[in-house]
């Protein structure tokens, strides 16, 4: 990450998904960074998506060790064992519906709450939430995976109007949405058939990739791991 300051501070949310061990694999590896730290339900300190309380503590504790150059959450829920996404307006449920808005919606708009005053004020810093390509409205010529793609579209628009707030505070701050392409994980393993995604550690080097390349300028945008900014 040579945009951010010699011995710049990371987070990642979500270190025991594929993409998100990924990433902080290779933060940790950068030797420009002092310190990478991955949050999940089981690290220290914990934080939990349906438990409100622990993000905030979370944020909390993990002020003093701040402030951060480089906040990711790579979060991410599309089906569960009793959930598959669905395919038609008749297969949505309220449980469902709830459960993807959490995870996909709710939790990481707690990250922006919570997280965001965590940021360098007079450094250059990001800060990135991981959303996808299906959440685009304008992209949508499909259909189906209907509470996927809203409880991304809704997060979406949560980013956005982050962006326009913290950048009064932290002028050199990045508040962007990225799409990280189809990965080899447990996400996305159900849909993948024949063709099979792109490794973990491929997809996380293209998305710290973008996250570099990004001025001030493109704070509040949505971008492929290509570097493509995407519709909303």
């Known amino acids: 990450m040579h945009s951010l300051p010699d011995g710049y501070r990371a987070l990642v949310m979500g270190r025991s998904g594929a993409i998100g061990a990924a990433l902080l694999q290779q933060l940790q590896a950068d030797p420009r960074c002092a310190l990478a730290l991955g949050l999940g339900r ?53 449980a469902q519906l709830e459960a993807t808005f959490r995870a ?25 939430v991981l959303s996808a390509k299906v ?39 990045t508040l962007v949405a990225l799409h990280p392409g189809t990965v080899d994980s447990a996400l996305s393993a159900p849909f993948n058939g024949a063709t099979i995604g792109r490794p973990a550690a491929d997809a996380a080097a293209d998305l710290l990739r973008v996250l570099d390349s990004l001025s001030p300028e493109a704070t509040g945008g949505f971008y492929a791991y290509s570097g493509e900014k995407l519709p909303w």
């Open 42 to 94: 089981r690290s220290d300190p914990a934080i939990d998506f349906d438990d409100e309380a622990s993000v905030a503590r979370a944020a909390a504790q993990l002020r003093a060790q701040g402030p951060f150059h480089c906040i990711v959450n790579a979060t991410g829920l599309l089906h569960t064992p009793q959930f598959p996404p669905e395919k038609r307006l008749a297969q949505l449920n309220y």
């Open 135 to 173: 959440g685009s409205i304008g992209d949508n010529r499909l259909g189906g995976w209907y509470s996927y793609r809203a409880s991304k579209a809704a997060l979406n628009m949560l980013l956005k109007t982050a962006a326009i707030e913290v950048a009064r505070t932290h002028p050199q701050a």
């Open 104 to 128: 996909n919606t709710f939790g990481p708009a707690l990250v922006l709450a919570h997280f965001a005053p965590l940021l360098a004020r007079h450094d250059r810093s990001l800060l990135a």
